[in-house]
């Protein structure tokens, strides 16, 4: 049976949750919509002066459904700029967990004398930096669901003996308009020097916390292969699988799960693409296929790419290069590898890693 708060404490909870949400109503109806270019405070380490920051995050655990039921609940809660949140809840997990079952639920709600007070289902979430409480309609504690910090299985994924390693951390010879920034991690906007048809990538990417961004001005990147087909890097942290969103190919096929971990994490992606093949007449023949693994998890089974997507270049049977896209937020690149298919013998695909990067060679 599900806990009992005193009545009390019972009626602060479901009281302070109206209050919440009439908060943010009557706060939204009144504040503008952030332009475009207003993107608001850029966080490259996290922040010291901002609680919102350290109620980001996962949490999970099991709730009470029914007497003697109980299901997993997963719950993904973000900030939103000026003590706002919003929040994903999901039946049976956290995206890419065992008994992960979708049923998402969003929720809404802002920070009031250090109370974050979530409503939109058919409970409350009481949220703290290190735990959740789920509150039922009566003021019965329907569960607790504790913070968990996830890494993705391929991060610091050593390249194999196959692999050309693009970057390390030593230099940006493989790259075009390569920049390093002072911790020595590649900065957006590098284009890779060497070409390739078939390949195996993997990278991986650091995102920056912009509370006050919205959408596609919220920590906005891509990779473009052969600069037509776009991976898309967003941080979609705590939010829907949109069409845009990360694990995206932008504007073409939304990702099966949102695989986003929160800004200031390293994230990976790792892809596998098969080009076009094309006939001497410049007719194509086959179109290129697609893999994608966000954070170690598929978000894009061996799609069919007919065309190329978004922005990307025209498709025609010249090779073009790999692009690590720049769209005016600071996103960060590290541990970037690839395995060319047409010259290395089969290799598993993709890596287990330690969560690691060991430091770059000495120069």
């Not at 000026?82 to 967990?97: D, H, K, M, T, V």
């Not at 058919?122 to 290190?130: E, F, K, N």
């Not at 929160?262 to 086959?286: M, N």
């Amino acid at each position: 049976m599900p806990s009992r708060l005193t009545p009390l404490f019972a009626a602060a909870t479901l009281w302070a949750a109206i209050v919440s949400a009439s908060a943010f109503a009557q706060e939204a109806e009144k504040a503008p919509e952030p332009k475009k270019n207003d993107r608001g405070p850029v966080h490259l380490e996290p922040p010291s002066d901002d609680p919102n920051y350290l109620l980001m995050g996962e949490f999970a655990g099991p709730i009470t459904v029914a007497e003697n039921q109980y299901q997993t609940l997963g719950l993904q809660i973000r900030p939103l700029g000026e003590n706002r949140f919003e929040a994903i809840s999901y039946n049976g997990g956290l995206p890419g967990q065992k008994d992960h079952q979708g049923g998402a639920t969003r929720l809404i709600g802002v920070l009031a004398n250090d109370l974050l007070v979530l409503s939109g289902a058919p409970w409350a979430v009481l949220a703290q930096a290190d735990h959740c409480l789920i509150i039922g309609r009566g003021g019965e504690k329907l569960g607790r669901l504790e913070r968990i910090v996830r890494r993705s299985p391929t991060l610091g994924a050593k390249p194999p003996a196959e692999a050309i390693v693009l970057f390390d951390g030593s230099g940006v010879d493989q790259f075009l308009d390569g920049k390093l920034s002072p911790e020595m991690l590649l900065m957006e906007g590098a284009t890779i020097k060497p070409m390739f048809q078939d390949f195996d990538l993997h990278l991986e990417y650091r995102l920056p916390y912009m509370p006050g961004a919205r959408d596609q001005g919220r920590g906005n990147s891509g990779v473009y292969l052969q600069s037509r087909y776009e991976c898309q890097i967003l941080d979609s942290f705590g939010d829907l699988p949109v069409f845009n969103g990360a694990g995206s190919l932008y504007r073409f096929r939304a990702p099966d799960l949102n695989m986003s971990l929160p800004p200031l994490t390293w994230q990976t992606y790792d892809i596998r693409f098969t080009a076009p093949r094309w006939g001497a007449d410049g007719k194509k023949l086959r179109n290129a296929r697609i893999t994608t693994w966000l954070n170690g998890t598929i978000v894009q089974n061996d799609v069919e790419l007919p065309d190329k997507t978004g922005a990307g270049q025209i498709e025609e049977p010249n090779l073009l290069p790999i692009k690590l896209q720049n769209h005016s937020d600071p996103v960060r690149f590290r541990n970037i590898w690839i395995i060319d298919r047409g010259l290395a013998h089969p290799t598993p695909f993709p890596v287990e890693g330690n969560g690691e990067v060991p430091p770059p060679p000495p120069a």
